[in-house]
């Protein structure tokens, strides 16, 4: 009888145990990275999704404490297609979620089953644009992205800091105390520069039809490409940080190289305190010689 009254408290904690471990075998990493699980070709989108999405996103896409909901705003075949092709999604740590352009986790074809998936949840947002670069005239795209992208991507595409140590929410995204930072386009598609424009992903507004029509887009995207393409005629182009920083270089070097010409003819002159001992020195031996005879 006295084992007895142990036996059952035992017991419980036997359960618990065992319950909890079966709970923790599979729910260990709370971000898990694509791969390992479904062999790629395999999984159907539903499978990737619940995979490597729904532990942020939610097993139906409402959204968690990790993620945002994919139920609202510009969510949809375009914002789930741009996240996955430029490799900010997914992530294995949450402090990864302002990532910039990585390459892809998935291949196309794994992409776009998770993208049609995402879309049978409800995700509201626009469908994938389709791009004609054709269309686009890049005059145009040079005066748009001038004036509208720019500021932020810079004038040539390398992207840029733009904001210092205030975090915050961003189309349901949690910026981190880093600030906002402007990704380059220089290796962005053309679909990937209408998806962004078309869905605002994190840190970047949302350019809808009324703002930018399709054939602005169109151009846009052909400037981005010449921007891809463009050479350096001028020789070393500095990584192509920008007209007035490379200007700024250009004067400081040319600053310098004054400075070590005038210095290099200064010491090969004769010094003008030495002449004037010579002189005087010559003076005295022609006195000292008058009066000797």
């Not at 009254?5 to 990275?33: D, M, N």
């Not at 490799?87 to 992409?111: C, F, Q, W």
């Not at 189309?171 to 869905?199: F, H, I």
């Not at 940080?241 to 010491?267: F, N, S």
Request: hydrophobic fraction near 35%; charged fraction near 15%.
């Amino acid at each position: 009888m006295r084992h007895r009254r142990f036996l059952l408290p035992a017991l419980l904690l036997v359960l618990l145990f065992g319950g909890g471990c079966s709970y923790f075998q599979g729910r260990a990493a709370p971000y898990r990275p694509a791969g390992g699980v479904v062999s790629s070709g395999a999984a159907s989108g539903e499978q990737l999704y619940q995979r490597d999405c729904a532990w942020c996103h939610g097993n139906r896409g409402q959204g968690t404490v990790n993620g945002p909901t994919l139920l609202e705003g510009t969510s949809g075949p375009a914002l789930t297609d741009f996240m996955l092709s430029t490799g900010r999604m997914p992530v294995t740590d949450p402090s990864e979620k302002d990532a910039l352009h990585r390459n892809p986790a998935y291949p196309s074809g794994d992409i776009a089953a998770i993208v049609a998936y995402v879309q049978s949840l409800g995700a509201p947002g626009p469908q994938i644009p389709v791009v004609d670069l054709s269309r686009g005239n890049l005059t145009e795209g040079l005066n748009l992205y001038q004036a509208n992208c720019a500021a932020c991507h810079s004038t040539t595409g390398e992207g840029g800091a733009l904001d210092t140590g205030k975090p915050g929410v961003v189309n349901g995204y949690v910026l981190s105390t880093k600030g906002l930072v402007a990704p380059p386009l220089l290796k962005a598609t053309p679909t990937q520069v209408a998806e962004a424009m078309r869905t605002g992903p994190p840190g970047m507004p949302v350019f809808g039809p009324s703002a930018f029509p399709d054939d602005q887009v169109d151009s846009i995207a052909r400037y981005v490409v010449a921007l891809q393409q463009a050479k350096s005629p001028g020789g070393f182009e500095l990584g192509r940080i920008g007209p007035v920083a490379e200007g700024a270089v250009g004067w400081l070097v040319g600053l310098a190289i004054l400075v070590l010409l005038t210095r290099w003819i200064g010491t090969g002159l004769p010094r003008p305190g030495h002449h004037e001992g010579a002189g005087h020195g010559g003076g005295g031996h022609g006195e000292a010689g008058r009066g000797t005879h």
